[in-house]
């Protein structure tokens, strides 16, 4: 099975790339890598704000982590022009805006794991790191990067 068959098959839609709300750029290809730069999560189009441990719950923080999953794969779409030739999503950063005393980063960071793994069954596999931070750029509660290898 293709990784659009199993996007249509879990209903999900690529959106396109979101515009750099900075200096930088959306993704970097060198060689077999691509870089993803950090997305934050949105909700109905706009930051999804709040923090975690506060203001949100570790089921709602996944669901925002999975959320920006789908943004990433919108733009690694726009960076590789075909995702079926992504031979593995290498690594995730997630960076988590928490509380001080909240310590579910990891859970909330497998609403991306996840959905990658749906999307890419063992190619999808990948090294992690989870980050509980202060704050996130306009709020957002959860901001990922990724890095792929593809052909």
Excluded at 14 to 42: E, M
Excluded at 69 to 87: E, P
Aim: hydrophobic share 45%.
């Amino acid at each position: 099975m293709s990784v659009y068959d199993r996007l249509k098959a879990l209903n999900i839609e690529l959106p396109p790339v979101a515009t750099p709300a900075a200096a930088y750029v959306p993704f970097v290809r060198t060689g077999n890598l691509v870089f993803l730069s950090g997305h934050i999560a949105k909700k109905d189009g706009k930051p999804w704000v709040g923090q975690l441990g506060k203001d949100l719950g570790t089921e709602e923080g996944k669901a925002a982590a999975r959320a920006v999953a789908v943004d990433l794969l919108g733009t690694l779409h726009a960076a590789v022009g075909d995702l079926d030739k992504v031979r593995r999503i290498v690594k995730v950063m997630s960076l988590v805006n928490s509380a001080p005393t909240f310590t579910e980063q990891h859970l909330v960071t497998n609403g991306a794991s996840e959905l990658l793994g749906e999307v890419f069954g063992e190619r999808g596999a990948h090294a992690r790191s989870a980050f509980g931070v202060a704050q996130i750029p306009l709020g957002a509660c959860v901001e990922i990067e990724l890095i792929a290898e593809v052909e």
